[in-house]
Protein backbone atom coordinates (compact mmCIF):
# COMPACT_ATOMS: atom_id res chain seq x y z
CA UNK A 1 0.00 0.00 0.00
CA UNK A 2 2.71 1.87 1.04
CA UNK A 3 4.45 2.04 -2.42
CA UNK A 4 1.08 2.24 -4.51
CA UNK A 5 1.37 5.57 -3.14
CA UNK A 6 4.45 6.93 -3.53
CA UNK A 7 4.23 5.43 -6.77
CA UNK A 8 1.14 7.61 -7.38
CA UNK A 9 2.89 10.82 -5.85
CA UNK A 10 6.76 10.15 -8.12
CA UNK A 11 7.30 10.38 -11.58
CA UNK A 12 11.02 10.41 -13.44
CA UNK A 13 12.09 13.30 -15.62
CA UNK A 14 14.91 11.99 -17.56
CA UNK A 15 16.58 15.27 -19.83
CA UNK A 16 19.34 15.27 -22.19
CA UNK A 17 21.53 15.30 -19.13
CA UNK A 18 21.94 11.72 -18.15
CA UNK A 19 21.76 12.41 -14.14
CA UNK A 20 18.10 11.22 -13.14
CA UNK A 21 16.10 13.64 -11.38
CA UNK A 22 13.18 13.00 -8.89
CA UNK A 23 10.63 15.55 -8.98
CA UNK A 24 7.14 15.11 -6.58
CA UNK A 25 3.98 15.69 -7.62
CA UNK A 26 1.20 14.37 -6.23
CA UNK A 27 -0.99 12.35 -9.26
CA UNK A 28 -5.21 12.99 -8.96
CA UNK A 29 -5.17 9.06 -7.19
CA UNK A 30 -2.72 10.12 -4.53
CA UNK A 31 -4.69 13.25 -3.90
CA UNK A 32 -7.62 11.33 -3.42
CA UNK A 33 -5.74 8.89 -0.93
CA UNK A 34 -4.56 11.76 0.90
CA UNK A 35 -8.17 13.51 1.28
CA UNK A 36 -9.31 10.05 2.94
CA UNK A 37 -6.51 9.57 5.22
CA UNK A 38 -6.67 13.19 6.53
CA UNK A 39 -10.72 12.55 7.08
CA UNK A 40 -10.33 8.88 8.62
CA UNK A 41 -7.50 10.23 10.68
CA UNK A 42 -9.22 13.63 11.84
CA UNK A 43 -12.51 11.92 12.51
CA UNK A 44 -10.60 9.25 15.11
CA UNK A 45 -8.77 12.34 16.96
CA UNK A 46 -12.06 13.62 17.24
CA UNK A 47 -13.65 10.50 18.56
CA UNK A 48 -10.65 10.53 21.11
CA UNK A 49 -11.36 14.03 22.08
CA UNK A 50 -15.21 13.16 22.44
CA UNK A 51 -14.57 9.87 24.45
CA UNK A 52 -11.81 12.02 27.24
CA UNK A 53 -14.84 14.71 27.60
CA UNK A 54 -17.43 11.70 28.48
CA UNK A 55 -14.69 10.24 30.50
CA UNK A 56 -14.39 13.72 32.49
CA UNK A 57 -17.92 14.04 32.70
CA UNK A 58 -17.95 11.13 34.55
CA UNK A 59 -15.06 11.10 36.22
CA UNK A 60 -15.05 14.61 37.55
CA UNK A 61 -17.19 16.45 39.84
CA UNK A 62 -17.72 20.29 39.47
CA UNK A 63 -19.54 22.59 37.22
CA UNK A 64 -18.83 23.08 33.67
CA UNK A 65 -15.77 25.66 33.68
CA UNK A 66 -14.02 22.70 35.68
CA UNK A 67 -14.94 20.10 33.22
CA UNK A 68 -13.74 21.87 30.17
CA UNK A 69 -10.36 22.91 32.66
CA UNK A 70 -9.86 19.32 33.08
CA UNK A 71 -10.53 18.38 29.81
CA UNK A 72 -8.14 20.76 28.41
CA UNK A 73 -5.49 18.88 30.25
CA UNK A 74 -6.25 15.29 29.27
CA UNK A 75 -6.17 16.73 25.92
CA UNK A 76 -2.58 18.04 26.15
CA UNK A 77 -1.44 15.12 27.97
CA UNK A 78 -2.57 13.23 25.17
CA UNK A 79 -1.53 15.18 22.44
CA UNK A 80 2.28 15.52 23.81
CA UNK A 81 2.47 11.62 23.41
CA UNK A 82 4.05 10.53 19.99
CA UNK A 83 2.37 6.94 20.40
CA UNK A 84 -0.95 8.58 20.64
CA UNK A 85 -0.67 10.11 16.87
CA UNK A 86 0.42 6.21 15.97
CA UNK A 87 -3.28 5.02 17.65
CA UNK A 88 -4.85 7.51 16.24
CA UNK A 89 -3.32 5.88 12.62
CA UNK A 90 -5.02 2.56 13.52
CA UNK A 91 -8.33 2.71 12.13
CA UNK A 92 -7.02 4.09 8.75
CA UNK A 93 -4.96 0.97 8.44
CA UNK A 94 -7.45 -1.28 9.44
CA UNK A 95 -9.76 0.28 6.58
CA UNK A 96 -7.47 -0.15 3.72
CA UNK A 97 -6.27 -3.59 4.85
CA UNK A 98 -10.20 -4.26 4.30
CA UNK A 99 -11.11 -2.35 1.20
CA UNK A 100 -7.88 -3.84 -0.17
CA UNK A 101 -10.00 -7.70 0.95
CA UNK A 102 -13.16 -6.19 -0.95
CA UNK A 103 -10.87 -5.04 -4.14
CA UNK A 104 -9.59 -8.70 -4.24
CA UNK A 105 -12.60 -10.19 -4.15
CA UNK A 106 -14.80 -7.97 -7.06
CA UNK A 107 -11.75 -8.20 -9.62
CA UNK A 108 -10.84 -11.78 -8.64
CA UNK A 109 -12.30 -14.55 -6.56
CA UNK A 110 -12.80 -16.22 -3.35
CA UNK A 111 -9.19 -17.61 -3.83
CA UNK A 112 -7.68 -14.52 -4.42
CA UNK A 113 -9.29 -12.89 -1.60
CA UNK A 114 -7.87 -16.04 0.69
CA UNK A 115 -4.39 -14.79 -1.06
CA UNK A 116 -4.92 -11.74 0.23
CA UNK A 117 -5.72 -12.08 3.47
CA UNK A 118 -3.09 -14.79 4.01
CA UNK A 119 -0.27 -12.52 2.80
CA UNK A 120 -1.50 -9.24 4.22
CA UNK A 121 -2.68 -10.32 6.82
CA UNK A 122 -2.01 -13.93 8.79
CA UNK A 123 1.29 -14.52 7.59
CA UNK A 124 2.74 -11.21 9.36
CA UNK A 125 0.49 -11.89 12.10
CA UNK A 126 2.28 -15.28 12.11
CA UNK A 127 5.65 -13.68 11.79
CA UNK A 128 5.08 -11.25 14.45
CA UNK A 129 3.99 -14.04 17.16
CA UNK A 130 7.11 -16.17 15.76
CA UNK A 131 9.32 -13.34 16.47
CA UNK A 132 7.67 -12.90 20.21
CA UNK A 133 7.88 -16.28 20.95
CA UNK A 134 11.42 -16.70 20.41
CA UNK A 135 11.96 -13.72 22.18
CA UNK A 136 9.81 -14.72 25.40
CA UNK A 137 12.15 -18.06 25.35
CA UNK A 138 14.85 -16.06 25.14
CA UNK A 139 14.00 -13.56 28.10
CA UNK A 140 13.23 -16.26 29.60
CA UNK A 141 16.03 -18.67 29.84
CA UNK A 142 17.52 -18.01 33.37
CA UNK A 143 18.46 -21.11 34.68
CA UNK A 144 17.41 -20.60 38.38
CA UNK A 145 15.58 -23.29 40.12
CA UNK A 146 14.06 -22.24 43.48
CA UNK A 147 11.72 -23.92 45.37
CA UNK A 148 8.69 -22.73 47.19
CA UNK A 149 8.38 -23.01 51.00
CA UNK A 150 4.95 -23.04 51.60
CA UNK A 151 5.25 -23.94 55.13
CA UNK A 152 5.61 -19.74 56.01
CA UNK A 153 2.84 -18.89 54.47
CA UNK A 154 -0.09 -17.78 56.13
CA UNK A 155 -3.42 -20.11 55.70
CA UNK A 156 -5.60 -18.73 58.70
CA UNK A 157 -8.50 -16.55 58.89
CA UNK A 158 -6.30 -13.34 58.96
CA UNK A 159 -3.07 -11.61 59.33
CA UNK A 160 -0.53 -12.82 62.44
CA UNK A 161 -0.31 -9.24 63.33
CA UNK A 162 3.32 -9.75 63.96
CA UNK A 163 3.60 -6.20 64.29
CA UNK A 164 2.10 -5.99 67.65
CA UNK A 165 4.74 -7.48 68.90
CA UNK A 166 7.87 -6.48 67.00
CA UNK A 167 6.70 -2.71 66.17
CA UNK A 168 7.51 -3.66 62.15
CA UNK A 169 5.40 -2.47 59.51
CA UNK A 170 5.56 -5.52 56.68
CA UNK A 171 3.95 -3.44 53.80
CA UNK A 172 2.98 -3.46 50.17
CA UNK A 173 2.02 -0.75 47.37
CA UNK A 174 -1.24 -2.38 46.04
CA UNK A 175 -2.85 -1.57 43.06
CA UNK A 176 -5.90 -1.89 41.77
CA UNK A 177 -7.34 -3.58 44.81
CA UNK A 178 -11.05 -1.91 44.01
CA UNK A 179 -11.21 -4.14 41.27
CA UNK A 180 -9.56 -7.10 42.38
CA UNK A 181 -10.26 -7.22 46.20
CA UNK A 182 -9.38 -11.22 45.93
CA UNK A 183 -5.67 -10.18 46.24
CA UNK A 184 -6.29 -9.56 49.81
CA UNK A 185 -6.53 -13.05 50.69
CA UNK A 186 -2.79 -13.79 48.56
CA UNK A 187 -1.53 -10.74 50.42
CA UNK A 188 -2.06 -12.28 53.93
CA UNK A 189 -1.26 -15.37 52.93
CA UNK A 190 2.52 -13.87 51.68
CA UNK A 191 2.78 -12.82 55.50
CA UNK A 192 2.13 -8.91 54.40
CA UNK A 193 0.21 -6.82 57.42
CA UNK A 194 0.11 -3.72 55.29
CA UNK A 195 -1.54 -1.91 52.85
CA UNK A 196 -0.35 1.16 50.55
CA UNK A 197 -2.76 3.03 49.07
CA UNK A 198 -1.15 5.60 46.58
CA UNK A 199 -3.18 8.29 45.03
CA UNK A 200 -1.83 10.01 42.46
CA UNK A 201 -2.22 13.94 42.23
CA UNK A 202 -1.19 14.59 38.37
CA UNK A 203 0.63 18.22 38.14
CA UNK A 204 1.34 19.20 35.06
CA UNK A 205 5.04 21.52 35.20
CA UNK A 206 7.58 21.22 38.01
CA UNK A 207 7.86 25.47 37.90
CA UNK A 208 4.46 26.33 37.76
CA UNK A 209 1.87 25.97 40.46
CA UNK A 210 -0.45 23.58 38.25
CA UNK A 211 -1.79 20.77 40.21
CA UNK A 212 -4.71 19.09 39.67
CA UNK A 213 -6.39 15.92 41.04
CA UNK A 214 -9.55 13.97 42.15
CA UNK A 215 -10.79 16.09 45.12
CA UNK A 216 -12.31 18.79 42.87
CA UNK A 217 -15.17 18.77 45.56
CA UNK A 218 -14.81 18.42 49.13
CA UNK A 219 -16.69 15.34 49.96
CA UNK A 220 -15.76 13.65 46.24
CA UNK A 221 -17.69 10.99 47.40
CA UNK A 222 -16.96 8.92 43.89
CA UNK A 223 -13.22 8.20 45.13
CA UNK A 224 -14.08 8.65 48.75
CA UNK A 225 -16.85 5.45 48.10
CA UNK A 226 -13.85 3.13 46.16
CA UNK A 227 -11.30 3.86 49.69
CA UNK A 228 -13.72 3.01 51.81
CA UNK A 229 -14.89 -0.58 50.15
CA UNK A 230 -10.58 -1.49 50.29
CA UNK A 231 -11.03 -0.51 54.05
CA UNK A 232 -13.99 -2.47 55.03
CA UNK A 233 -12.59 -5.45 53.21
CA UNK A 234 -8.82 -4.88 54.21
CA UNK A 235 -10.16 -4.89 57.68
CA UNK A 236 -11.81 -8.74 57.39
CA UNK A 237 -8.33 -9.62 57.54
CA UNK A 238 -6.41 -7.12 60.20
CA UNK A 239 -5.31 -5.16 57.46
CA UNK A 240 -3.04 -2.01 58.55
CA UNK A 241 -3.22 1.01 56.01
CA UNK A 242 -0.63 3.11 54.79
CA UNK A 243 -2.57 6.36 53.00
CA UNK A 244 0.63 7.78 50.73
CA UNK A 245 -0.50 10.42 48.11
CA UNK A 246 2.17 10.62 45.02
CA UNK A 247 2.54 13.79 42.74
CA UNK A 248 2.94 12.81 39.48
CA UNK A 249 4.72 15.01 37.21
CA UNK A 250 3.15 15.36 34.18
CA UNK A 251 5.50 16.70 31.85
CA UNK A 252 9.07 14.70 32.16
CA UNK A 253 10.26 15.17 28.65
CA UNK A 254 13.48 17.34 30.14
CA UNK A 255 14.11 14.77 32.43
CA UNK A 256 13.01 16.45 35.65
CA UNK A 257 11.07 15.00 38.76
CA UNK A 258 8.49 15.34 41.45
CA UNK A 259 11.65 16.22 43.32
CA UNK A 260 12.87 19.33 41.11
CA UNK A 261 9.46 21.18 41.77
CA UNK A 262 10.38 24.54 42.61
CA UNK A 263 8.73 28.19 42.02
CA UNK A 264 10.11 30.93 39.89
CA UNK A 265 8.30 33.67 42.51
CA UNK A 266 6.97 34.11 46.20
CA UNK A 267 3.41 34.37 44.32
CA UNK A 268 4.12 31.16 42.70
CA UNK A 269 5.20 29.27 45.70
CA UNK A 270 1.90 30.63 47.30
CA UNK A 271 -0.28 29.29 45.12
CA UNK A 272 1.41 25.96 44.41
CA UNK A 273 1.50 25.31 48.23
CA UNK A 274 -1.89 26.16 48.39
CA UNK A 275 -3.05 23.87 45.65
CA UNK A 276 -0.87 20.79 47.64
CA UNK A 277 -2.70 21.83 50.83
CA UNK A 278 -5.80 21.45 49.47
CA UNK A 279 -5.27 17.75 48.02
CA UNK A 280 -3.56 16.80 50.49
CA UNK A 281 -5.83 18.09 53.49
CA UNK A 282 -8.51 16.59 51.48
CA UNK A 283 -6.38 13.09 51.99
CA UNK A 284 -5.85 13.63 55.75
CA UNK A 285 -10.30 13.59 55.67
CA UNK A 286 -9.84 10.67 53.56
CA UNK A 287 -7.32 9.15 56.53
CA UNK A 288 -9.41 10.34 59.40
CA UNK A 289 -12.36 8.55 57.90
CA UNK A 290 -11.01 5.22 56.84
CA UNK A 291 -9.18 4.99 60.12
CA UNK A 292 -5.50 4.85 58.22
CA UNK A 293 -2.95 3.73 60.48
CA UNK A 294 0.00 6.32 59.13
CA UNK A 295 -0.46 9.11 56.75
CA UNK A 296 2.36 10.67 54.90
CA UNK A 297 2.55 14.32 54.29
CA UNK A 298 4.52 14.33 51.05
CA UNK A 299 6.83 11.93 48.69
CA UNK A 300 10.20 12.81 47.15
CA UNK A 301 9.35 17.09 46.91
CA UNK A 302 13.12 17.76 47.43
CA UNK A 303 13.30 21.17 46.61
CA UNK A 304 9.86 22.26 47.96
CA UNK A 305 11.04 20.92 51.43
CA UNK A 306 14.39 22.42 51.61
CA UNK A 307 13.60 26.07 49.70
CA UNK A 308 10.56 26.53 51.72
CA UNK A 309 10.86 24.60 55.24
CA UNK A 310 8.47 27.42 57.13
CA UNK A 311 5.58 26.69 54.72
CA UNK A 312 6.47 22.79 54.95
CA UNK A 313 5.87 23.29 58.92
CA UNK A 314 2.58 25.24 58.66
CA UNK A 315 1.61 22.79 56.33
CA UNK A 316 1.94 19.74 58.91
CA UNK A 317 0.72 21.36 61.62
CA UNK A 318 -2.82 21.69 59.52
CA UNK A 319 -2.60 18.11 58.95
CA UNK A 320 -2.34 17.67 62.39
CA UNK A 321 -5.69 19.60 63.18
CA UNK A 322 -7.75 17.16 60.90
CA UNK A 323 -5.62 13.52 61.11
CA UNK A 324 -4.11 12.98 64.74
CA UNK A 325 -2.26 9.46 63.91
CA UNK A 326 1.34 8.80 62.86
CA UNK A 327 2.58 10.38 60.18
CA UNK A 328 5.50 10.80 58.16
CA UNK A 329 7.26 12.40 54.78
CA UNK A 330 9.12 10.06 51.85
CA UNK A 331 12.16 11.46 51.33
CA UNK A 332 14.67 10.05 48.71
CA UNK A 333 17.32 7.75 49.55
CA UNK A 334 20.05 10.04 48.94
CA UNK A 335 20.73 13.80 49.84
CA UNK A 336 17.10 14.12 50.39
CA UNK A 337 16.73 12.02 53.42
CA UNK A 338 19.85 14.34 54.83
CA UNK A 339 18.08 17.94 53.85
CA UNK A 340 14.55 17.28 55.18
CA UNK A 341 13.86 20.28 57.92
CA UNK A 342 11.12 18.88 59.60
CA UNK A 343 11.83 15.54 60.86
CA UNK A 344 11.44 16.63 64.34
CA UNK A 345 7.50 17.66 63.31
CA UNK A 346 6.99 13.78 62.40
CA UNK A 347 7.30 10.31 63.82
CA UNK A 348 9.08 8.03 61.12
CA UNK A 349 12.06 9.24 59.17
CA UNK A 350 10.83 7.61 55.80
CA UNK A 351 12.80 6.80 52.97
CA UNK A 352 12.41 6.04 49.48
CA UNK A 353 15.14 3.10 49.92
CA UNK A 354 16.37 2.56 45.92
CA UNK A 355 20.38 2.49 47.88
CA UNK A 356 22.78 1.05 45.07
CA UNK A 357 24.46 -1.71 46.68
CA UNK A 358 26.47 -3.05 43.47
CA UNK A 359 28.61 -2.06 40.47
CA UNK A 360 27.85 -5.26 38.69
CA UNK A 361 25.11 -7.44 36.78
CA UNK A 362 23.87 -10.67 39.11
CA UNK A 363 25.83 -10.03 42.23
CA UNK A 364 26.46 -12.63 44.93
CA UNK A 365 23.93 -12.26 48.04
CA UNK A 366 27.34 -11.68 49.87
CA UNK A 367 27.76 -8.84 47.62
CA UNK A 368 24.58 -6.70 48.24
CA UNK A 369 24.85 -7.47 52.04
CA UNK A 370 28.27 -5.82 51.68
CA UNK A 371 26.84 -3.01 49.76
CA UNK A 372 24.10 -2.39 52.73
CA UNK A 373 26.99 -1.71 55.39
CA UNK A 374 27.44 1.89 54.39
CA UNK A 375 23.54 2.89 54.33
CA UNK A 376 23.01 1.57 57.56
CA UNK A 377 25.52 2.96 59.16
CA UNK A 378 24.15 6.52 57.53
CA UNK A 379 20.63 5.47 58.56
CA UNK A 380 21.76 5.14 62.00
CA UNK A 381 23.08 8.37 62.46
CA UNK A 382 19.96 9.28 61.44
CA UNK A 383 17.70 7.79 63.91
CA UNK A 384 20.30 8.65 66.77
CA UNK A 385 20.33 12.48 65.58
CA UNK A 386 16.26 13.00 65.28
CA UNK A 387 15.69 10.10 67.92
CA UNK A 388 13.07 8.51 65.62
CA UNK A 389 12.36 5.41 64.06
CA UNK A 390 13.63 4.52 60.49
CA UNK A 391 10.75 3.61 57.88
CA UNK A 392 11.52 1.96 54.28
CA UNK A 393 7.99 4.12 52.87
CA UNK A 394 9.21 2.67 49.71
CA UNK A 395 11.85 -0.13 48.63
CA UNK A 396 11.45 -2.61 45.27
CA UNK A 397 13.91 -4.57 43.05
CA UNK A 398 13.07 -5.39 39.51
CA UNK A 399 13.82 -8.90 38.03
CA UNK A 400 16.78 -8.00 36.04
CA UNK A 401 20.32 -8.44 36.01
CA UNK A 402 20.78 -4.72 37.34
CA UNK A 403 18.31 -4.71 40.08
CA UNK A 404 21.18 -4.17 42.25
CA UNK A 405 22.94 -0.96 40.66
CA UNK A 406 20.27 1.07 40.09
CA UNK A 407 17.31 -0.24 41.87
CA UNK A 408 15.52 3.19 41.50
CA UNK A 409 15.71 3.15 37.63
CA UNK A 410 12.17 2.70 35.57
CA UNK A 411 11.88 -0.50 33.32
CA UNK A 412 12.89 1.19 29.85
CA UNK A 413 11.14 -0.53 26.91
CA UNK A 414 14.62 -2.89 26.48
CA UNK A 415 13.76 -4.28 29.77
CA UNK A 416 10.22 -4.96 29.00
CA UNK A 417 10.56 -5.80 25.28
CA UNK A 418 13.67 -8.13 25.11
CA UNK A 419 15.92 -7.67 28.43
CA UNK A 420 16.13 -11.43 30.70
CA UNK A 421 14.11 -11.92 32.93
CA UNK A 422 16.41 -12.29 36.00
CA UNK A 423 14.69 -13.94 39.49
CA UNK A 424 17.61 -14.72 40.81
CA UNK A 425 18.85 -11.05 40.86
CA UNK A 426 15.38 -9.99 42.26
CA UNK A 427 15.91 -12.95 45.03
CA UNK A 428 19.25 -12.06 45.96
CA UNK A 429 18.30 -8.46 46.58
CA UNK A 430 15.27 -9.12 48.89
CA UNK A 431 17.34 -12.04 50.91
CA UNK A 432 19.92 -9.28 51.92
CA UNK A 433 17.69 -6.97 52.95
CA UNK A 434 16.53 -8.95 55.55
CA UNK A 435 20.13 -10.46 56.49
CA UNK A 436 20.87 -7.12 57.28
CA UNK A 437 19.03 -4.08 57.72
CA UNK A 438 15.35 -5.47 58.90
CA UNK A 439 17.34 -6.55 62.30
CA UNK A 440 18.01 -3.44 63.28
CA UNK A 441 15.84 -2.45 66.51
CA UNK A 442 15.38 1.28 64.65
CA UNK A 443 14.07 0.28 61.95
CA UNK A 444 10.23 0.74 61.86
CA UNK A 445 9.50 -1.70 58.52
CA UNK A 446 9.06 -1.51 54.43
CA UNK A 447 6.61 -0.77 52.16
CA UNK A 448 7.41 -2.83 49.09
CA UNK A 449 6.97 -1.28 45.67
CA UNK A 450 4.91 -3.44 44.06
CA UNK A 451 1.66 -5.41 44.07
CA UNK A 452 -0.69 -4.53 40.83
CA UNK A 453 -3.59 -7.01 41.83
CA UNK A 454 -2.58 -9.25 39.38
CA UNK A 455 -2.79 -12.57 41.54
CA UNK A 456 -2.44 -15.35 38.85
CA UNK A 457 0.75 -13.85 36.99
CA UNK A 458 2.93 -16.52 36.41
CA UNK A 459 5.69 -13.94 37.05
CA UNK A 460 7.32 -13.95 33.67
CA UNK A 461 8.30 -10.96 33.16
CA UNK A 462 10.93 -8.03 34.44
CA UNK A 463 9.37 -5.64 36.50
CA UNK A 464 9.23 -4.44 40.42
CA UNK A 465 5.96 -6.58 40.69
CA UNK A 466 6.55 -9.70 43.02
CA UNK A 467 2.61 -11.77 41.81
CA UNK A 468 3.90 -15.09 40.80
CA UNK A 469 7.77 -14.64 41.23
CA UNK A 470 10.37 -16.28 44.06
CA UNK A 471 11.18 -13.04 45.51
CA UNK A 472 7.50 -13.23 46.96
CA UNK A 473 8.07 -16.36 48.66
CA UNK A 474 11.77 -14.79 49.94
CA UNK A 475 9.46 -11.77 51.27
CA UNK A 476 6.96 -13.94 52.66
CA UNK A 477 9.79 -15.94 54.75
CA UNK A 478 11.24 -12.70 55.98
CA UNK A 479 7.80 -11.09 57.14
CA UNK A 480 6.72 -14.17 58.64
CA UNK A 481 9.47 -14.21 61.41
CA UNK A 482 9.14 -11.86 64.97
CA UNK A 483 11.95 -9.57 65.31
CA UNK A 484 12.49 -10.12 69.04
CA UNK A 485 14.56 -7.39 71.12
CA UNK A 486 12.19 -4.30 69.37
Not at 101 to 106: A, E, G, S
Not at 150 to 167: A, K, L, P
Not at 409 to 420: C, D, G, I
Not at 464 to 482: D, I, T, Y
Request: aromatic content about 16%.
Amino acid sequence: MLFEFLGDCVYFNTPLHPTFMIKIKPSAVARRRIRFFLSIYLLTLGLFCIGAYLLVLDRIDGDIAEKIEWWGRVLKALFTRPIFYFLAAIPYLIIIMIRSFMQDYRIGSWQKLAKGVFFRALLPTLAILLLLTSINRFRGSENFNYTWDTGIENNTDTIRNHFSRDHKQRGIHAFNLETDLGDLEILKRQNIEWITLTPFIPQENYQTPSIFGEFSQEDSTKYMSSWQTIKKESAKFGFKIHLKPHIWLMERSNGKWRSDIAMQSPEDWQKWFQQYEYQMLAYARLATAIDADLFCVGTELHQTAVLKPELWKAFIQKIKTIYDGPLTYAANWNAEVDEIPFWEDLDFIGVQAYFPLADRNNPSLSKIERGWQPHIDHLETLHERYELPVLFTEMGYKSTTDAAIKPWAWNTAQNRFYKKIAHQAQVNCYQAFFNTIWKEEWMAGVHIWEWQSRGQSDGQNNAFSLEGKPALNVVAKGFGQVMHGN
